[in-house]
């Protein structure tokens, strides 16, 4: 979820000097239909230090606050855990994910393909009246690949000149999301999902001692702008995430108000750096139980492979 510049470099130095090379957005793998504001996509390499550090290995990843759920479907399709469960309250998302994992997800990667992104199909498209979920689904993968940083709360506008002066259909990638979309497809046995509140989900399953949770929670910043459900309480979460027996990794923005709750819960928090398309350091706060594998961890986040199209930094082909 973007903050604003001033959060996120808090504590910029520390995290350079704690954590080494810092992670490039750009050269981490995309995995998701969605540009999702807030995704997690340049923490991917974190996720993987931490899985690959608890003992024993957890057998599912649970996802209580999913968006684009990069992280969960980055973890499934790497084969670092066996199972998945992908939690979002916004009824928009959560048609997507619902029409991908269990109803028409083929027609979905066929239909993009076969959309003509002209400014007018996109403008009659985003007008039509929504007559079913699989209708949902569609127009909200056309609002969310058109409308700036993939904003799909109210309000949110059209991209102009877009990238490359291209305009709305500068983001569109048809064949791209396609086979995201067939990705995921063929692992959909292995994947479930729930349209329901992430915080009751981590109080109703925190007693799972084979599950990991990735707490990708709103942010205390910016997140009325950028969600429909943008506002949570932050301390009932913390309280949840005590009760989980297992082990959790929890991100978000770099605040006084966080690095309070974390200390009052007993948790641990560290500052992870972050490289963004314009070449700046920036910051998010990671939050669990035990951060060791953190500081000790060797892999190198950038070495993973060139950047896909639409990963940030990167223009169509």
């Given at each position: 979820?973007?903050?604003?510049?001033?959060?996120?470099?808090?504590?910029?130095s520390?995290?350079?000097?704690?954590?080494?090379?810092?992670v490039?957005?750009?050269?981490?793998?995309?995995?998701?239909?969605?540009?999702?504001?807030?995704?997690?996509?340049?923490?991917?390499?974190?996720?993987?230090?931490?899985?690959?550090?608890?003992?024993?290995?957890?057998?599912?990843?649970?996802?209580p606050?999913?968006?684009?759920?990069?992280?969960?479907?980055?973890?499934?399709?790497?084969?670092?855990?066996?199972?998945?469960?992908?939690?979002?309250?916004?009824?928009?998302?959560a048609?997507?994910?619902?029409?991908?994992?269990?109803?028409?997800?083929?027609?979905?990667?066929?239909?993009?393909?076969?959309?003509?992104p002209?400014?007018?199909?996109?403008?009659?498209?985003?007008?039509?009246?929504?007559?079913?979920?699989?209708?949902?689904?569609?127009?909200?993968?056309?609002?969310?690949?058109?409308?700036?940083?993939?904003?799909?709360?109210?309000?949110?506008?059209?991209?102009?000149?877009?990238?490359?002066?291209?305009?709305?259909?500068?983001?569109?990638?048809?064949?791209?999301?396609?086979?995201?979309?067939?990705?995921?497809?063929?692992?959909?046995?292995?994947?479930?999902?729930?349209?329901?509140?992430?915080?009751?989900?981590?109080?109703?399953?925190?007693?799972?001692?084979?599950?990991?949770?990735?707490?990708?929670?709103?942010?205390?910043?910016?997140?009325?702008?950028?969600?429909?459900?943008?506002?949570?309480?932050?301390?009932?979460?913390?309280?949840?995430?005590?009760?989980?027996?297992?082990?959790?990794?929890?991100?978000?923005?770099?605040?006084e108000?966080?690095?309070?709750?974390?200390?009052?819960?007993?948790?641990?928090?560290?500052?992870?750096?972050?490289?963004?398309?314009h070449?700046?350091?920036?910051?998010?706060?990671?939050?669990?139980?035990?951060?060791?594998?953190?500081?000790?961890?060797?892999?190198?986040?950038?070495?993973?492979?060139?950047a896909q199209?639409?990963?940030?930094?990167?223009?169509?082909?």
């Amino acid at each position: 979820m973007p903050k604003t510049t001033k959060s996120r470099n808090l504590m910029a130095s520390t995290a350079i000097v704690q954590l080494g090379e810092v992670v490039n957005v750009a050269a981490v793998v995309h995995r998701s239909p969605f540009r999702y504001p807030g995704g997690k996509t340049w923490l991917v390499p974190r996720v993987r230090q931490w899985l690959k550090s608890l003992k024993p290995a957890p057998r599912e990843l649970a996802e209580p606050f999913a968006g684009g759920a990069i992280v969960s479907l980055s973890a499934l399709l790497e084969e670092i855990v066996q199972q998945i469960t992908m939690v979002e309250k916004d009824e928009d998302v959560a048609a997507v994910w619902d029409v991908i994992i269990y109803g028409e997800g083929s027609r979905l990667a066929n239909d993009i393909v076969a959309f003509n992104p002209t400014d007018e199909n996109i403008k009659n498209q985003l007008k039509l009246p929504i007559a079913d979920r699989y209708q949902r689904a569609f127009t909200t993968i056309v609002r969310n690949r058109v409308q700036r940083g993939g904003i799909i709360a109210a309000g949110a506008s059209l991209l102009n000149k877009g990238e490359n002066k291209k305009g709305m259909r500068s983001r569109w990638y048809p064949e791209t999301l396609k086979k995201r979309i067939n990705a995921i497809i063929e692992k959909r046995r292995q994947i479930a999902f729930i349209q329901g509140d992430g915080i009751d989900f981590i109080r109703y399953n925190a007693h799972r001692a084979d599950t990991a949770f990735f707490i990708d929670p709103p942010y205390t910043q910016a997140a009325r702008r950028l969600y429909t459900f943008g506002e949570i309480d932050h301390r009932k979460l913390f309280k949840a995430a005590m009760k989980i027996k297992g082990d959790f990794l929890m991100t978000y923005d770099a605040t006084e108000e966080i690095q309070k709750l974390a200390k009052e819960f007993g948790f641990q928090s560290e500052p992870v750096a972050m490289k963004n398309t314009h070449h700046e350091i920036m910051n998010d706060l990671v939050v669990g139980k035990n951060l060791a594998w953190l500081k000790s961890a060797t892999e190198e986040p950038q070495s993973e492979r060139a950047a896909q199209p639409d990963s940030p930094a990167v223009t169509s082909p």
